[in-house]
């Protein structure tokens, strides 16, 4: 999903064209490898050879192998035309025609993104897919995914959203008349497993209850454009297994603040391409395990890109390996996203990562400070080599200012509304 977001993003501050196209029966087209034999199926049989199988020479639809045979002819024709496959997106193509020219192709299974500057290099390109492809042209793009993708050419921005989908989840669990709230969970939440049925009678009212398809709805809203609700996902997906009352109340919450917020959209090109990140941490915020929460926010074009809120692994001794942990996951993606844009011909001075907490910033710069950490991981130790290679930068950030707070706890409103205004997530009526 990063991958595509990036794509949208720089489309926007540059002002590039996006097409798409859809290839058609797009299993069909892969060429098969292994010997692999099928039964003749009913309508088809060829008399008097009722008993005999058929050898396949192409992939079908529900083959095992049939997605990586698409792939591989697929990546075999891109490359025939010159294009180049990323190292770090096996999905993403790219060719250079000048310093300021190029074309990007991104595959998403039979889904396919085309940004470049020149139209008619655009054209051309689909013209040849069409060649080797069973396609389908589906013009400027509009919708990618069940994301509604708008623009104002004039003001260079991107906005996208997900207003229809979340209308049909509130409908469908029968909350499209809910009241609204204005943060994703309220303060008054201690969710634990202790809530959770413990008597064969709220186990059977329990099991009435939509929960699992709920979060599941919620979650795909939170990969693809709200990182608003990220941590508050999270959260009530940690009781999947045995939901109690309590719990579902919490999932209902936060389907009353999407009513409330279903016209937000996230917004690129309000800012340079320049990518840049926010990491925080609570301290023991889950109350089973007293484990900590670890949250990044990852921007490029004045839009976030990539956003998590995940437990940490082990339970943290104090808030300076909390903040420390949350930094080495944070600067993961951030590296990533970097090689990713670097690959696509976008560079930098330098990257940085905004962090609240200045002991974690010493840590992970001063060396010295190793005789008083030896109970955190080794594998967090990473941090020191990739500040000592400078492949990016810990600086210093009030925490009023981070936007990666909302990704580990819940907040006042008027707090988050400032991690949502450093998203770039804006609230546009339509």
């Known amino acids: 999903m990063s991958s595509i977001i990036i794509l949208l993003s720089l489309a926007a501050t540059l002002d590039l064209e996006v097409e798409k196209m859809d290839v058609k029966t797009a299993f069909l087209h892969g060429n098969l490898e292994e010997e692999i034999y099928m039964k003749q199926t009913n309508g088809f049989l060829v008399k008097g050879k009722e008993y005999y199988v058929c050898r396949l020479r192409k992939s079908l639809y529900g083959l095992k192998q049939a997605l990586r045979q698409l792939y591989k002819k697929f990546e075999s024709f891109m490359c025939e035309q010159g294009y180049k496959k990323t190292t770090f997106d096996h999905c993403v193509f790219v060719k250079s025609f000048s310093n300021d020219d190029f074309i990007i192709l991104l595959l998403y299974v039979d889904d ?41 050419r004039r003001e260079k921005k991107i906005y996208l959203s997900q207003e229809q989908y979340i209308r049909k989840v509130l409908q469908r669990f029968q909350m499209k008349n809910a009241k609204d709230v204005s943060t994703p969970l309220a303060t008054h939440f201690k969710l634990s497993v ?13 099991s009435r209850v939509p929960y699992a398809s709920t979060v599941g709805s919620l979650m795909y809203v939170m990969v693809c454009t709200r990182p608003d609700i990220a941590h508050f996902v999270g959260t009530v997906s940690q009781f999947l297994s045995n939901p109690g009352r309590e719990h579902w109340n919490a999932v209902k919450w936060i389907l009353r603040y999407l009513h409330g917020t279903v016209d937000m959209k996230l ?24 484990k900590s929460t670890s949250g990044y926010l990852i921007k490029f074009a004045g839009g976030a890109v990539a956003w ?23 600067c993961k993606e951030l590296l990533w996203l970097k090689k990713f844009l670097q690959e696509l011909g976008f560079r930098q001075d330098n990257y940085s990562l905004f962090v609240n907490s200045q002991s974690a910033i010493h840590l992970g710069k001063n060396p010295t400070f190793h005789s008083r950490s030896k109970h ?22 009030h925490t009023d200012d981070n936007g990666a707070d909302t990704m580990t706890k819940a907040l006042p409103r008027g707090k ?3 991690c949502c205004e450093i998203a770039d997530l804006v609230l546009i009526s339509t």
């Open 112 to 152: 396919m993104l085309i940004v470049g500057k020149d139209i008619s290099r655009i054209y051309r390109l689909k013209k040849t897919l069409g060649e080797s492809f069973a396609m389908k042209d589906l013009g400027a793009t509009k919708r990618i995914l069940g994301i509604h993708i708008s623009r104002d």
């Open 194 to 206: 202790k809530q959770s049925p413990s008597n064969e009678v709220e186990k059977t009212n329990m």
């Open 267 to 290: 917004c690129f090109g309000r800012d340079k391409p320049t990518l840049m990140g926010y990491s925080d941490s609570d301290m023991a915020g889950d109350i089973d395990s007293r």
């Open 308 to 330: 998590q809120s995940r437990l940490q692994r082990c339970v943290a001794l104090s808030t300076t390996k909390a903040e420390f942990i949350s930094i080495t996951e944070a």
């Open 376 to 397: 955190i991981v080794v594998r967090y130790h990473w941090i020191h080599d990739a500040l000592d290679a400078k492949l990016l930068e810990l600086e210093k950030v």
């Open 416 to 418: 988050f509304e400032v």
